[in-house]
């Protein structure tokens, strides 16, 4: 599992090109860009959402699930009252934080396994002490 709280998204993109043995060319080709601006790629902590939507289909997976397992694990609990505030003046669209992918579960998981305990658990990334009870249940 990468680190999820320090993302350096250029090295995820190098180690699984070279996971997949795709040709620079192709890449090159691809993303329309020189070999040495994508050794700067590979060196990048962020890339532009362009660039990045790129990869994501070169590579056949989404690099912005990345970011967004971040903030359900990292973003700070929003009272109800502030939530819906922010609810209504905002334009764009409005996800639920409560869906926790397979990834995520396995991360908590870990976390468990290594002696987190489910109290920390809960303080540390705001998830519902049911939800992991029956993580560790199913899993």
């Known amino acids: 599992m990468n680190n999820l709280k320090n993302i350096h998204v250029g090295h995820m993109i190098e180690k699984e090109v070279k996971k997949r043995h795709i040709e620079m ?6 993303i329309a860009c ?7 790629m590979y060196q990048s902590k962020s890339l532009d959402a362009d660039i990045l939507l790129r990869w994501s289909k070169i590579l056949e997976y989404d690099l912005f699930r990345i970011y967004s397992q ?16 922010k609810r209504k003046s905002s334009t764009l669209p409005q996800f639920r934080k409560s ?3 397979q990834e995520i579960i396995d991360f908590i998981l870990e976390q468990f396994r290594s ?5 920390q658990i809960m ?3 705001g998830i519902p002490r049911a939800t992991i009870h029956g993580w560790i249940y199913k899993y």
């Open 34 to 40: 020189t070999e040495i601006e994508l050794m700067n």
């Open 25 to 30: 060319s192709r890449i090159c080709n691809f």
């Open 70 to 85: 971040h903030l359900i694990l990292y973003a700070p609990i929003v009272g109800a009252e502030r939530k819906i505030r």
């Open 123 to 125: 303080e540390r990334y």
């Open 99 to 101: 869906i926790y992918t």
């Open 115 to 119: 002696g987190m305990t489910i109290t």
